[in-house]
C-alpha cells in the first residue's frame, strides 16, 4: 500500500515549535492523510497519553523538553505510553554511546535533528510502525502458545532436542508427576523413566533424529516422583524455543484404560473357559444322562439292575450339577470395574 493512503495518529512531544513545524511538513509530504499532535511538555505528553481519547500509533520525541530530559525522559516516555506505542528520538544530542544505550532501553530509533530529511523521517516512521505490528502480532501468537500450554488439562512439556533438559511445562504436568516447577527445570526427560527403560528411550531419540520425524507418537512407561508407574500415550512435535531446537510433548495417561482393557481381556479367557467346559465338560454327564434314561425305558429289566442304573443317574445328575454350580460361581466372578 502507498504510504499517502496510510493513515496514522502520531505524537511530537516537542517543544521548539520551529522544529515541530519543520517534522510536520516532512510527515505531511508522505503521510498526508495522518493526524499529527504536538505536546510542548512532557506533562502535557503524559495527559495526552494517559486520556485514551487517541491511541497514538508513533511517538516522536525529543530528548531536551522544558519539564523533562535525558535518560530519565525516555524510561518515563515509555512507561507512560503503557510500553505498547514505538517511540522514535529526535535530537541534537549525537552522542553514540548513548544512542546505543536508548535503543536498549526500549526506543524503536534514533534520529538527529541536524541529519533529518524526509526520506529518512519516512522510512523510520513506517518501519517502525510496521515493525511494531509484527511484534505485537508475534507477542499474541506467543500468548496463544501459552495460554494452550499452561491452561491444558493434558500434561504438557518442552525439552531439549540435544541435552534432553526440560526447558518448560505446564500445571497439568507438575499436579501428575508430583514435581515442582524448578525440580523439572533441573531434570532431563530421563528422569520420569524407569531406569530399565532408558535404552529404549535412547533408540527411539536416535531414531526420530535419523528420520528427522517432525512429529512422532507411541505409548511409554513415565515414572512419577513417588514412584509409581505409568502408561502414557505421548505425541511430540519438533519446535524452536527461544531460540534453541525442541520437542513439545503432550502426555495422556492411559494407565487406567491399559487396566482396564487387561481386565477385559482377562474376562473373555474365563468367558472361553465357561464356553468350552459348556461344550466340553457338561456334554459328558448330560450324554450318560440321555443314555441312562434311553437306556431304562427300552430294556426289560430286573429289580436289581433297575436299582443299580437309577445309582448312575444320580451319580451324573450330581456331576452336572457340580458343572454347574462351578459355571455359575465363574460367571459371578466376572465383574467389570473402571
Known amino acids: 500500500m502507498q504510504s499517502s493512503l496510510l493513515h496514522y495518529s502520531i505524537l511530537i512531544i516537542e517543544d521548539n515549535l520551529g522544529d515541530f513545524v519543520l517534522i510536520e511538513d516532512y510527515l505531511h509530504e508522505f503521510l498526508p492523510s495522518s493526524e499529527i499532535y504536538q505536546a510542548p511538555t512532557f506533562s502535557k505528553a503524559k495527559e495526552m497519553l494517559a486520556s485514551k481519547d487517541i491511541i497514538y500509533d508513533v511517538i516522536l520525541l525529543d530528548l531536551s523538553l522544558p519539564d523533562h530530559s ?202 472361553r473357559e465357561i464356553a468350552w467346559v459348556q461344550s466340553h465338560v457338561v456334554r459328558a454327564p448330560l450324554a450318560r444322562l440321555l443314555g441312562l434314561t434311553q437306556f431304562l425305558n427300552e430294556e426289560d429289566l430286573s429289580p436289581q439292575e433297575y436299582k443299580q442304573y437309577l445309582k448312575e443317574l444320580h451319580n451324573s445328575a450330581s456331576e452336572l450339577d457340580i458343572i454347574v454350580k462351578d459355571i455359575v460361581k465363574k460367571t459371578h466372578e466376572l465383574k467389570l470395574t473402571k
Open 70 to 271: 535525558g535518560k530519565k525522559l525516555i524510561e518515563e516516555a515509555i512507561e507512560a505510553s503503557g510500553n505498547n506505542t514505538p517511540i522514535i528520538i529526535l535530537t541534537g544530542y549525537s552522542s553514540l554511546d548513548f544512542a546505543i544505550e536508548s535503543l536498549t532501553i526500549g526506543v524503536a530509533d534514533y534520529l538527529l535533528k541536524d541529519e533529518l530529511t524526509p526520506i529518512a523521517l519516512r522510512k523510520s516512521v513506517l518501519y517502525t510502525i510496521e515493525r511494531h505490528k509484527i511484534l505485537l502480532n508475534l507477542k499474541e501468537s506467543e500468548q496463544r502458545y501459552a495460554d494452550l500450554f499452561h491452561f491444558s488439562p493434558q500434561p504438557m512439556w518442552v525439552f531439549d532436542v540435544e541435552t534432553l533438559a526440560f526447558l518448560n511445562v505446564n500445571e497439568a504436568a507438575i499436579r501428575h508427576y508430583g514435581y515442582s516447577y524448578d525440580e523439572f527445570l533441573s531434570m532431563t526427560i530421563k528422569d520420569i523413566r524407569p531406569p530399565e527403560d532408558i535404552p529404549l528411550l535412547q533408540a527411539v531419540l536416535t531414531r526420530n533424529k535419523t528420520t528427522h520425524r517432525s512429529f512422532f507418537q507411541a505409548e511409554f512407561r513415565h515414572q512419577k516422583k513417588n514412584g509409581e508407574i505409568i502408561i502414557v500415550d505421548l505425541k511430540s512435535t519438533f519446535i524452536i524455543y527461544r531460540g534453541r531446537a525442541a520437542k513439545l510433548i503432550l502426555a495422556h495417561d492411559i494407565t487406567a484404560n491399559k487396566k482396564y482393557l487387561e481386565e477385559i481381556e482377562h474376562q473373555n479367557q474365563k468367558l
